[in-house]
């Protein structure tokens, strides 16, 4: 069974102040590790797709990047609008294409 | 593009009523999902639909039934809604079961209190 664990499930930083959100997964044969950003009272916004280990993709202020077992999502020098639940999902060879999803970290950058 | 489109988006029920979440997606996808959303849960799978004319069950599906009624539409309906069905639901759609890589698109979501 695929397993997706996100850490720390909430974080609170100053704006400006770089960190990284984590996504641990246990998945049989990664066909692909997505990250999504979900603001307040909106569905998740597709953000990056990784699928193998060393791969790297960037937009704006966010960097993803991927191990065998685990996937961070760096964020420089954050806004106030930076500010929202980041979700990760994998999806697996293991015969379902369904994506398995994390419970997500709750992003708050304050001004 | 429109994208996702769930409606309504917000809804209150009395125990017992039925009433059906509707969902359409412009993306040409052959894949559609719904999810419930609740705080401390995560997404959690309802149902889902691998292309048009199939539906299988996914994680929570007691309490639910689906339609896939044509490549663009896929709808939930709550038959006799309790108050533990109190949750946002969210539809998906994405490119294929063949497409490993293809993210889902989300909708906004319908957020439902059962009282």
């Known amino acids: 069974e695929d397993q997706v664990t996100q850490s720390p499930e909430a974080l609170r930083l100053q704006e400006g102040e770089s960190s990284s959100l984590n996504c641990s997964y246990t998945?049989?044969?990664?066909?692909?590790l997505f990250w999504y950003r979900q603001d307040p009272g909106k569905g998740p916004e597709f953000l990056f797709t990784?699928?193998?280990a060393g791969e790297e993709k960037e937009k704006e202020r966010l960097k993803a990047t991927l191990t065998k077992k685990e996937s961070f999502l760096h964020i420089t020098a954050p806004k106030p609008e930076d500010s929202a639940t980041y979700l990760c999902?994998?999806?697996?060879?293991?015969?379902?294409?369904?994506?398995?999803f994390g419970r997500g970290t709750s992003l708050i950058v304050h001004p | 593009n429109a994208g996702v489109t769930q409606t309504p988006k917000f809804q209150v029920l009395k125990t017992g009523q039925s009433m059906t979440l509707q969902c359409a997606q412009d993306m040409n996808h052959n894949s559609m999902y719904w999810y419930r959303q609740d705080p401390g849960m995560g997404l959690r799978l309802i149902y889902y639909s691998a292309s048009e004319g199939t539906t299988d069950k996914g994680e929570v599906p007691n309490g639910y039934n689906v339609s896939r009624l044509n490549k663009r539409e896929f709808s939930l309906r709550l038959e006799s809604a309790a108050p533990s069905q109190t949750s946002v639901y969210f539809c998906a759609s994405s490119s294929g079961q063949g497409s490993y890589n293809s993210p889902l698109h989300f909708g906004n979501g319908t957020r439902l209190t059962v009282t």
């Open positions: 999902a994998v999806r697996g060879s293991g015969g379902s294409y369904i994506p398995t």
């Open positions: 990784l699928y193998s």
């Open positions: 998945v049989s044969g990664l066909r692909g």
